[in-house]
């Protein structure tokens, strides 16, 4: 589970980079889409990973 967290998160950084790097119009916004999208999983899929690992 955490290795999904880290493709996510890495997934989210790659998004920003193109997002807050210029490049134009509708690119722009699906990569912060995108971003913030792959973020959030990234988090969700940590918080799955940490709660399975207490429970064993």
Avoid: N
Wanted: net charge positive; no cysteine; proline share 2%.
């Amino acid at each position: 589970m955490s290795g999904w967290a880290v493709t996510f998160l890495i997934a989210a950084l790659v998004a920003a980079m193109l997002a807050f790097g210029g490049v134009p119009g509708l690119a722009t916004m699906a990569a912060r889409i995108v971003f913030f999208a792959a973020l959030a999983a990234a988090a969700i899929t940590g918080l799955i990973a940490i709660t399975k690992r207490r429970r064993s």
